[in-house]
């Protein structure tokens, strides 16, 4: 019998991604797509393509972007950065250092934090920073810092209202800021003389943590995603299955204490946040679905069960595993068919079935 090698990986790392933005105003609309560049511990697009008319942005060059007083300007990118790897982030260098311009940047970190810094010089009549909002107002989406200039935003990539979607082999995260304005009412209509302002923009996670990356640092219930799947493989006759997904606080599979997250394929019912089965469609990058499970769990820390103490430890996560042949009797996947809560779930080991495990996690309490 042959040998078929199997592995687990965390999808997500801020490497080698896309990113796309939109930025509108009253008056006209900004929208574009490039490849993001690697500098440091960001990764920024480039300056997008202006379509039609921009009346009421006011850094339509980058004269007018980089006029920044002294006494606002906030250092953009890490210390020491040169004047090419400074324009690679869209930030502005003015022979000394690096800084933010006059209109709307975002970032991301390789710890998967947005980097929004918003400049209310990036309209006319300009932005009251104030006015500034996320899509959602879960988690940390209000200002980290700022002056009177700018206003610096920093949160993880599932939070604020981040819409996250999976499209073939990309995990796609889009999130929008707007802005708003006081209008007035009349008799016979309504008026406003203040900025609108819309921004929109979304990146799309390709690769996986490498052994290097690890532990990866999540926020509690921030979503984790994992796929597990056959290497060196090309028999599309074959299929992987999952029997049981648990997670532990150190490396060893089999030491305590344990939490289930899948029950023979099928995620476990007595947990209050259910780890969700993602669906795996064929793409250019994933010739054979089959051959991969994907699924997503909420982050957690296991607790001392005497003191109710959270517990500061890694978290691991494991699976056994083993490879299907389809036939008209056997389709080789779980049926996870509503069950009542009362009644036990007995893990059912596959024949020949093999263990994998990830590297560790770990979670941050954010303040």
């Given at each position: 019998m042959?040998?078929?090698?199997?592995?687990?990986?965390?999808?997500?790392?801020?490497?080698?991604?896309?990113?796309?933005?939109?930025?509108?105003?009253?008056?006209?609309?900004?929208?574009?797509?490039?490849?993001?560049?690697?500098?440091?511990?960001?990764?920024?697009?480039?300056?997008?393509?202006?379509?039609?008319?921009?009346?009421?942005l006011?850094?339509?060059?980058?004269?007018?972007k980089c006029?920044?007083?002294?006494?606002?300007?906030?250092?953009?990118?890490?210390?020491?950065?040169?004047?090419?790897?400074?324009?690679?982030?869209n930030?502005?260098f003015?022979?000394?250092?690096?800084?933010?311009?006059?209109?709307v940047?975002?970032?991301c970190?390789?710890?998967?934090?947005?980097?929004?810094?918003?400049?209310?010089?990036?309209?006319?009549?300009?932005?009251?920073?104030?006015?500034?909002?996320l899509?959602?107002?879960?988690g940390?989406?209000?200002?980290?810092?700022?002056?009177?200039?700018?206003?610096?935003?920093?949160f993880?990539?599932?939070?604020?209202?981040?819409?996250v979607?999976?499209?073939?082999?990309?995990?796609?995260?889009?999130n929008?800021m707007?802005?708003?304005?006081?209008?007035?009412?009349g008799?016979?209509?309504?008026?406003?003389?203040?900025?609108?302002?819309?921004?929109?923009?979304?990146?799309?996670?390709?690769?996986?943590?490498?052994?290097?990356?690890y532990?990866?640092?999540?926020?509690?219930?921030?979503?984790?995603?994992?796929?597990?799947?056959?290497?060196?493989?090309?028999?599309?006759?074959?299929?992987?299955?999952?029997?049981?997904?648990?997670?532990?606080?150190?490396?060893?599979?089999?030491?305590?204490?344990?939490?289930?997250?899948?029950?023979?394929?099928?995620?476990?019912?007595?947990?209050?946040?259910?780890?969700?089965?993602?669906?795996?469609e064929?793409?250019?990058?994933?010739?054979?679905?089959?051959?991969?499970?994907r699924?997503?769990l909420?982050?957690?820390?296991?607790v001392?069960?005497?003191?109710?103490?959270?517990?500061?430890?890694?978290?691991?996560?494991?699976?056994?595993?083993?490879?299907?042949?389809?036939?008209?009797?056997?389709?080789?996947?779980?049926?996870?068919?509503?069950?009542?809560?009362?009644?036990?779930?007995?893990?059912?080991?596959?024949?020949?079935?093999?263990?994998?495990?990830?590297?560790?996690?770990?979670?941050?309490?954010?303040?």
């Open positions: 042959a040998r078929v090698w199997v592995t687990i990986a965390l999808v997500g790392l801020c490497v080698f991604l896309t990113c796309w933005c939109s930025e509108a105003a009253s008056t006209g609309s900004l929208q574009g797509s490039k490849q993001l560049l690697l500098n440091s511990q960001l990764l920024q697009l480039h300056v997008p393509q202006v379509y039609g008319q921009q009346q009421q006011t850094t339509n060059g980058p004269s007018q006029n920044v007083d002294g006494s606002v300007k906030i250092a953009c990118g890490e210390p020491g950065l040169n004047a090419t790897h400074c324009e690679a982030i930030c502005c003015d022979g000394q250092y690096c800084y933010y311009g006059r209109t940047t975002v970032q970190t390789r710890d998967g934090q947005f980097v929004l810094v918003v400049a209310k010089d990036a309209t006319l009549p300009r932005l009251s920073l104030d006015s500034v909002s899509l959602g107002e879960n940390p989406c209000g200002p980290v810092d700022s002056n009177a200039a700018f206003a610096i935003y920093q993880p990539v599932t939070a604020c209202g981040t819409h979607m999976e499209l073939g082999a990309h995990l796609v995260y889009e929008k707007t802005s708003s304005y006081e209008v007035g009412m008799p016979l209509g309504a008026i406003t003389r203040d900025s609108y302002y819309e921004f929109m923009w979304g990146l799309s996670y390709t690769s996986y943590y490498k052994d290097t990356d532990p990866v640092v999540k926020v509690l219930r921030e979503p984790v995603y994992v796929e597990v799947r056959i290497l060196e493989r090309s028999d599309p006759n074959i299929v992987l299955t999952l029997g049981h997904c648990w997670a532990t606080s150190s490396p060893n599979p089999f030491s305590v204490p344990q939490w289930d997250l899948l029950v023979n394929g099928c995620p476990y019912k007595d947990d209050r946040y259910l780890t969700t089965l993602v669906p795996v064929r793409s250019p990058a994933v010739p054979f679905p089959t051959h991969y499970k699924f997503v909420k982050m957690f820390a296991f001392d069960t005497t003191s109710m103490a959270p517990l500061h430890n890694q978290v691991y996560i494991h699976c056994s595993t083993a490879v299907c042949h389809p036939s008209a009797t056997e389709t080789c996947e779980p049926s996870c068919s509503r069950q009542r809560r009362h009644v036990p779930e007995e893990r059912e080991a596959p024949p020949e079935s093999a263990v994998v495990s990830s590297g560790g996690v770990v979670f941050i309490e954010m303040a």
